[in-house]
């Protein structure tokens, strides 16, 4: 890192403070057009039901196949950013999932919606585990989790809160096809500023000297296949409720379409506060504490809201944002800081992209069509109870993470030095 003015909080005055926050700005930018562009589909489902003769196992496997490819090019072009450069992988990958927005907005049924998802899972399941590498390392160690936070809670932001409320709002004026072309401007815009910024890390083009962890080595740290696990189940309430919730107001509890965007909004909302939050506080408290606090407490907002009706708006607002703000924390811990503090030197956006990986083909795309075929034969409100069933699952395998917060571990090797001394 180029040299920088002393910086507050204790950071070395050798540490480039400014590109820190510049790299974490934009990466938190284009993880927000991915979750616009990936989101805004379930509030303009039920429109898209009518004209092209859709029904609830559909809208399960469109949100599926995307987590499907999502998941595996995840771990193939994390891996594979290791080795050609974070710029090579990320921008074109942007533009791509972008174009794929726009395609979106042309489908003729579900045979192209299928094939259109699924090859922009491929292009933005690249920028969460590249994404995942660049903010480790632009960033001040203490810093990981608040970092990671910032870069991963902008997703909820874009994708979750303001993606219900801005497409039912222009639902009002124009169709669901103008709503996804418009939709897929800001990631160009986002990609070119990323090329001119980022930085490649000093391992980038030097593999041949490099010493390389084989794949079996890899899993010696027991957080990368917990990890893997515990991501399944936190992406399965993230994505259940992100993909058949809109559904669930409107058909089930009988919303009118603006009274469906506003409850929907609360999904992302909630999540954009514990995606920022809950890494932040994991610096402090540990990042297996934060995991498990995370899951309690979303099982029980979970719990209440699939016991409420419609007859409160905000209560049903309330609940579900409680919800989504600890379920959404505890993937934001999983995917980022723990993910990366499980990786050898030269390897964080495979082993983000190995994590990522198994929690989006399983939590984001088995899980979403095990969803729509539980709403399309039994009922739409029985998918609130399979996604409980996630977080209960979660906590008790999050029992056996291993703590790796660096303010955690560092005052534990202090104190145990402290006792051989004395």
């Not at 080595?217 to 957080?223: P, S």
């Not at 107001?249 to 409850?263: A, H, P, R, S």
């Not at 795309?365 to 029985?382: C, R, T």
């Amino acid at each position: 890192m180029s040299t920088s003015s002393a910086a507050a909080g204790g950071t070395p005055a050798r540490w480039d403070v400014a590109y820190e926050w510049k790299a974490v700005a934009l990466l938190a930018l284009a993880f927000g057009t991915v979750g616009l562009d990936r989101m805004v589909l379930a509030p303009l489902f039920p429109s898209m039901m009518k004209d092209l003769h859709l029904n609830y196992q559909d809208l399960g496997n469109i949100v599926g196949i995307l987590g499907v490819f999502w998941g595996l090019s995840a771990f193939v072009m994390g891996g594979l950013s290791d080795r050609l450069g974070r710029k090579r992988v990320l921008v074109p990958c942007i533009i791509a999932f972008s174009l794929l927005s726009w395609l979106s907005g042309v489908a003729t049924g579900l045979v192209s919606l299928l094939v259109i998802r699924s090859v922009m899972g491929l292009a933005e399941g690249a920028v969460a585990s590249t994404g995942v590498a660049v903010c480790t390392e632009a960033s001040y160690p203490p810093r990981r989790g608040i970092n990671q936070g910032i870069f991963q809670c902008v997703f909820a932001l874009l994708g979750s809160a303001l993606a219900p409320i801005i497409a039912t709002q222009m639902l009002t004026f124009t169709t669901w096809r103008k709503v996804f072309l418009i939709a897929g401007i800001p990631g160009v815009i986002v990609a070119v500023l990323i090329a001119i910024t980022i930085r490649e890390p000093a391992t980038i083009g030097k593999a041949a000297n490099v010493a390389r962890t084989s794949l079996k080595d890899v899993f010696k740290h027991r957080n990368v296949g917990l990890g893997m696990i515990t991501l399944v189940c936190a992406m399965t309430g993230v994505f259940v409720m992100g993909a058949m919730m809109p559904t669930y107001l409107q058909n089930y509890l009988k919303l009118t379409t603006t009274q469906m965007g506003f409850v929907s909004s609360a999904i992302g909302f909630g999540g954009f506060l514990g995606q920022f939050g809950l890494p932040a506080i994991s610096d402090l408290i540990g990042r297996k504490m934060a995991v498990l606090g995370a899951f309690v407490l979303a099982a029980i907002f979970l719990w209440a809201f699939a016991h409420t009706g419609s007859a409160s708006l905000p209560l049903l607002f309330v609940l579900l944002f409680g919800a989504a703000l600890f379920n959404f924390g505890a993937l934001a811990v999983l995917a980022g800081p723990l993910a990366a503090e499980a990786a050898p030197v030269g390897q964080i956006a495979l082993v983000a992209g190995m994590i990522i990986g198994a929690g989006e083909i399983f939590g984001g795309g088995v899980a979403p069509s095990i969803a729509g075929a539980i709403a399309q034969n039994y009922g739409l409100q029985y998918i609130l109870y399979f996604a409980l069933a996630g977080q209960v699952l979660g906590l008790l395998i999050a029992v056996f993470l291993k703590e790796t917060s660096p303010r955690k571990t560092t005052a534990a090797e202090a104190a145990i030095s402290a006792a051989a001394v004395v």
